[in-house]
């Protein structure tokens, strides 16, 4: 199963501002969830933390405490939710499981 979002904020220092843009996208692994950043737009080292949940077949919803990581210079980075951080996941089944990526923010602050 794959997650994506995409977030956005325009972040000012010092009389300058750059829009800083990173795109999240979370893949289920057999070591857990593998979570992408890509910061495609603006250089500006920001936190982007988010909250993982998928609901299963069954009804069942397996979900990760709150993770967050540095993401700057247009870099991508990996962040990796283990099994071990994955909550109800002996309770999943059925098909069609569907994911999402919430609450997401940039430096403490709501994307756009």
């Keep these: 199963m794959k997650l994506a979002a995409s977030l956005?904020?325009?972040i000012a220092s010092a009389g300058c501002s750059e829009q800083v843009h990173v795109k999240v996208d979370c893949i289920s692994t057999t070591e857990g969830a593998t979570c992408t950043l890509i910061q495609d737009r603006g250089k500006t080292e920001?936190?982007?933390?988010?909250?993982?949940?998928?609901?299963?077949?069954?009804?069942?919803?397996?979900?990760?405490?709150?993770?967050?990581?540095k993401v700057g210079d247009g870099a991508t980075v990996e962040h990796l939710i283990t099994n071990d951080k994955l909550h109800g996941k002996e309770q999943c089944g059925g098909t069609g499981p569907k994911g999402a990526l919430?609450?997401?923010?940039?430096?403490?602050?709501?994307?756009?």
């Design 46 to 69: 920001v936190e982007v933390c988010w909250d993982f949940a998928v609901t299963c077949g069954n009804g069942s919803v397996v979900s990760a405490d709150r993770a967050c990581q």
């Design 102 to 112: 919430k609450n997401i923010t940039l430096n403490g602050e709501k994307s756009e």
């Design 8 to 10: 956005a904020l325009v």
